[in-house]
């Protein structure tokens, strides 16, 4: 199967910073990236869809503005949490999917934010 | 949003046993897959299905994708204590997939 790493693992940021998620995927090209958020006991949310060079596609009630994607590399995608707020906390996992793996999703080992 | 039906939500189990989980939905759709999370990681990609009526194993695991593209089964055979987790049925439309709520797996030796 396929590799997809993220990074950090855990970050810990004041309220009102920004915060950067990097999700790689390190053995196929992965053509379009998902970013998830999951809260404790539930099942993974689908924020965002993101294709390499091209805008993200927003799932309704996502706030564009305050998370941020990036897809400049069919590599690296990048979420950045903007002015940062507790009710951020959260599991945010990134997927990938590309190349011979077009047709399923796979996924990051996930981020684990908490905002003070 | 949208999300599928899976069953059961909890299993408590004796190692050695089988064990049963299905997802159904009032869609349909193109793959199904099977996914496995464990606490603070992301999830595992288990089984991919790719056609209706396709029946595929993975060691112990054995997932079919239904005759009507709406629903799929997940059956694990003889349980060992590493298979404790959550199990995640995840229906695959144009682009994006479509989760089911999880079965938590709880094993005891």
């Known amino acids: 199967g396929a590799v997809v790493s993220q990074h950090p693992s855990r970050v810990i940021c004041k309220s009102g910073t920004s915060v950067k998620i990097e999700c790689r995927s390190l053995?196929?090209?992965?053509?379009?990236m998902f970013w998830y958020r999951q809260f404790p006991k539930q099942s993974l949310m689908l924020m965002a869809t993101?294709?390499?060079?091209?805008?993200?596609?927003?799932e309704q009630g996502v706030e564009k503005d305050k998370f941020l994607i990036n897809h400049a590399s069919l590599t690296l995608s990048t979420l950045t949490v903007t002015s940062a707020h507790p009710e951020d906390s959260s599991f945010y996992i990134c997927s990938a999917s590309g190349g011979p793996f077009q047709e399923t999703q796979y996924f990051g080992p996930g981020t684990r934010l908490l905002v003070l | 949003g949208q999300q599928l039906n899976q069953s059961p939500q909890s299993m408590f189990i004796q190692e050695g046993e089988d064990v049963s989980m299905n997802c159904t939905s009032s869609?349909?759709?193109?793959?199904w897959l099977w996914y496995k999370q464990e606490p603070g990681e992301g999830p595992v990609l288990l089984i991919a299905l790719y056609k209706a009526g396709e029946l595929t194993s993975n060691g112990r695991l054995t997932a079919q994708f239904g005759i009507t593209r709406k629903d799929s089964f997940l059956n694990i055979s003889a349980s060992i204590p590493s298979d404790v987790g959550i199990y995640f049925c995840a229906g695959r439309g144009a682009q994006k997939l479509v989760f089911g709520q999880g079965t938590r797996l709880t094993i005891n030796p």
């Open positions: 053995d196929f090209q992965a053509t379009t």
């Open positions: 993101s294709n390499e060079g091209s805008k993200a596609t927003y």
């Open positions: 869609s349909i759709f193109n793959t």
